[in-house]
């Protein structure tokens, strides 16, 4: 799959799920084509999102979009199919959650997705490495998963940097996603280090006026690409 980079996707953690279609559909008149749903089961992280009933209702409000599902759940490989019948596009899960990540990572493909891997902000990138080659996307939290409107933890800059090297060492294609506490004030940086897709919720769906914050991301999101070298 080709993809113009980079990528802003709005987390729906942060929408107002009374007014759900209305909001996504408000992202994909203001350009949005990539939604990120996170998965929050109360084990692996502290808080409870949403199933695959509300990602298949996403589905269906946006069937032209592309559906980044993060699995936050312990045993994940018990929820791969659901997910994927519900429409996901891409599934990613945490390094943590995954004692046969690579099994893990065969069984999302076999069901015909893209498959992402995740780390969060105390594993180090390194650990990633003999898995890189076989996903898609790797995962950068850049807080600590469970929440919206988190503060963005600064050493994810250097984990993007290693990712970025590592990929070229390995000549590997996946992209390097970021999520936790993005926004108008780092996600010019974000890219210019290296990022290809940015997750941001609060900064989103808390705006005032969505379309113009989504414009704004993306300006300052081109003008950080332009910098790339
Ligand atoms: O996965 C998570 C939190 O665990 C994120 O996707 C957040 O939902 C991002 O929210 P903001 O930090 O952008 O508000």
Redesign the pocket.
Same mark, same amino acid.
Request: without cysteine; hydrophobic residues 40%.
């Given at each position: 799959m080709n993809f113009d980079l980079p990528i802003l996707a709005p =987390?729906i953690? !942060?929408a107002d799920f009374l007014k759900l279609g209305d909001e996504l559909q408000t992202c994909k008149d203001a350009g949005i084509n990539w939604f &990120?749903c %996170?998965i /929050?089961d109360g084990h692996f +992280?502290p808080n409870i999102s949403y199933g695959p009933g509300i990602v298949g209702a996403v589905r269906k409000s946006v069937p032209d979009s592309f559906l980044d599902v &993060?699995l /936050?759940i312990e045993n994940p490989d018990n929820y791969i199919d659901d997910f994927a019948d519900a429409g996901s596009d891409l599934i990613s899960v945490h390094y943590e959650a995954c004692p046969h990540l690579h099994r893990t990572i065969q069984s999302i493909k076999q069901n015909g997705c893209m498959a992402g891997v995740v780390i969060n902000p105390a594993t180090s990138t390194d650990l990633l490495r003999p898995i890189l080659p076989d996903v898609d996307l790797a995962l950068i /939290?850049s +807080?600590n998963? @469970?929440?919206?409107?988190?503060k963005f933890i600064q050493s994810s800059y250097r984990k993007v940097q290693e990712l970025k090297q590592i990929r070229s060492e390995l000549n590997a294609e996946f992209l390097i996603e970021i %999520?936790?506490? +993005? @926004?108008t004030k780092n996600i010019s940086k974000l890219v210019e280090t290296g990022v290809d897709v940015l +997750? !941001?919720? =609060?900064?989103v769906f808390k705006a005032e006026d969505i379309p113009e914050r989504i414009s704004e991301l993306n300006s300052l999101a081109l003008k950080g690409s332009e910098k790339v070298v």
């Open positions: =987390s953690l !942060a &990120h %996170d /929050m +992280v &993060h /936050m /939290m +807080v998963p @469970g929440f919206g409107g988190q %999520d936790g506490g +993005v @926004g +997750v !941001a919720g =609060s900064s």
